[in-house]
Every structure is written in C-alpha cells, then in structure tokens.
C-alpha cells in the first residue's frame, strides 16, 4: 500500500539572504546544515533528515514548494501513475538537484502550490541515538523540535482537498463551511490534527508554516523570545478553536507568517471531522478567547 509519511520540508523565498540565515538560527533555534548555490538548509533540533527549511534568495517573499516524505522509493512511480490518471501533470526532480535530496515528483495542486513526493534523503540523524538526555545542551532561541504543519490558500479548496484525499490518502480533522461553501480543510497523514491545511484566498499563497513546541510553556516563552529580539508580531499566544491548539503568530525579516504550535488532538485515520459555521468559526474557532483576528491575519498572504 502506498504511503505518504510526513510532512518533510517547506522551500521559501527571503528578499535578505543574510538576514534570514541569522533569524532563523538564532531567534527560530534552527540548526543550520548547509549553504549552497544561493540555499541555505535548516533542520530542527529534533529531525533525523537533513533538513526541513530552504531558503533561497529572491525579490519577494513565498512558498516555493513542499515536500512530504513517502514510505519506500518505489512508491514515486506509483503515486506518478496515480496523479496521472487523477488527471495531474506530473514532472520528476532529479537526485541533487538540491543538497542532500534524492529524486522527488513534482506537481502543482489546484489552488496552485507546487508540492512535491520524495523518498530519499540525507539522515544526519539528531545525536540522541544511543543513551541519550533528553535534548540536546546546547539550543538557542525558540528551539522547535520539528516542522508541524502548513497552511495554504487558493479558490479551489476543494479541489486541493480532494486530490489530496482521494490520491494520498490524507484524512480531514477538522472544515469550515461558510454560508454552504467549503472554506477551510485541514488535513493529515501522522497522528497531529494537520499536516496541511487549506483556505479559501489569493492561488498559489501561503499563509504560515508552522513548528511544533511542547507546551502552553514553551508557547509563551516564545513569545518572550520574539519579544526580546523586536520580531514582527501577528497574533497570540492564544488558543484556537479550529484543532484546539496553542499558537503564537509572527513574520520573518522578509514578511512569511510563521507559527509555533502545542497541543490539539490525535486523530485516527477513522477521524470523524469537525465542522465550523459561520455560528462560531468567527467568534470561536479561528481563535477562541477573543474570538475575530485582526484585518492583517485574514489578508497577507505570501
């Protein structure tokens, strides 16, 4: 049976190179790998694979593309078969293409993300293999243990749902139907509330991409943290209706959304989804305690 494992990676454009890198290893605590023909590759504290961000350089912010891991190697040609006959225009990646990755397919979704499968990649591994503590002595900044989620925008929500669900075999935890349209989805392969998400805006944007922490504890240490480094804040920290989970908002140093996340549920694949209306998705469910979000949180998008 084919399987899609994992969210592995998020590729993003940052209009200041530099700054970016120092951002996101000294105030994210990511732990930078590599830096290669104008990337530079990031990993979590507590990943094996040898990275889950790229940035590259460019004139304006954004997803590039998205990555989740499938079981085995092989699964590549079937899941190719599978989108094609799906009617899906499929591409391959090479292997090198970028540092440390082997050959991904290569698609573009209906609201218009590029998202990619892959199998092979680099395994560094986190260095708590054998007898270990229970995290590494020497973090700095926030320090998420790994890539959580995304969240993607576009007008063919449902179209990005179903391919998603009806070709691998993701599963839906929670949606939103305002005024009889399907809004919002989110979607999962592991056993957190989403891997993805996707919401009714502008095609082919990215509203945030997220990492996970630990705790409502870690959640408002963040905050101090961003707090103390002067970071662009958006929203929180707070509690969601939508997944239940514990979230602060902030922007990178070239305007991407990015999220800390704790808590939620763990859904199984026989989930039966939550469902948001207009009754209370805008006073409870996108954030509980003080209800509507600011006009910036529903309107930029990268």
């Not at 899906?88 to 573009?108: C, D, M, P, W």
């Not at 002595?137 to 179209?159: E, Q, R, T, Y």
């Not at 993805?196 to 409502?216: E, M, R, Y």
Request: hydrophobic fraction near 35%; aromatic fraction near 10%; charged fraction near 25%.
């Amino acid at each position: 049976m084919m399987g899609v494992m994992r969210l592995g990676r998020v590729e993003v454009r940052v209009t200041d190179f530099k700054q970016s890198i120092d951002y996101y290893s000294n105030v994210m605590g990511l732990q930078l790998m590599a830096q290669e023909n104008g990337r530079a590759y990031f990993k979590a504290w507590d990943e094996d694979d040898h990275h889950s961000l790229i940035l590259v350089e460019a004139d304006h912010p954004g997803l590039v593309h998205v990555g989740f891991k499938v079981r085995r190697e092989e699964e590549l040609d079937r899941f190719e078969k599978a989108l094609e006959e799906y009617g899906v225009r499929v591409g391959r990646v090479s292997k090198g293409e970028r540092l440390a990755e082997g050959q991904a397919i290569r698609f573009t979704l209906p609201t218009g993300q590029v998202m990619e499968l892959y199998h092979e990649i680099e395994r560094p591994g986190n260095g708590l293999k054998l007898n270990p503590d229970p995290y590494p002595a020497n973090l700095k900044g926030i320090a998420p243990p790994h890539l959580d989620h995304l969240l993607i925008s576009g007008d063919d929500v449902k179209g990005t749902t179903d391919l998603l669900m009806n070709v691998l075999d993701f599963h839906m935890s929670e949606q939103v139907i305002l005024q009889e349209e399907l809004t919002a989805t989110f979607l999962f392969r592991t056993n957190t509330t989403h891997d993805i998400a996707v919401i009714k805006g502008p095609d082919a944007k990215l509203h945030h991409f997220a990492f996970a922490l630990n705790s409502w504890d870690d959640v408002l240490r963040a905050g101090d943290w961003l707090a103390r480094n002067n970071i662009a804040h958006d929203e929180g920290p707070t509690r969601h209706g939508v997944t239940r989970g514990l979230t602060i908002y902030f922007f990178d140093p070239s305007g991407n959304r990015n999220e800390v996340f704790s808590g939620g549920y763990a859904p199984g694949p026989d989930f039966i989804p939550v469902t948001w209306t207009e009754e209370r998705f805008f006073t409870r469910g996108i954030f509980y305690h003080r209800g509507e979000s600011n006009e910036r949180f529903s309107t930029v998008f990268t």
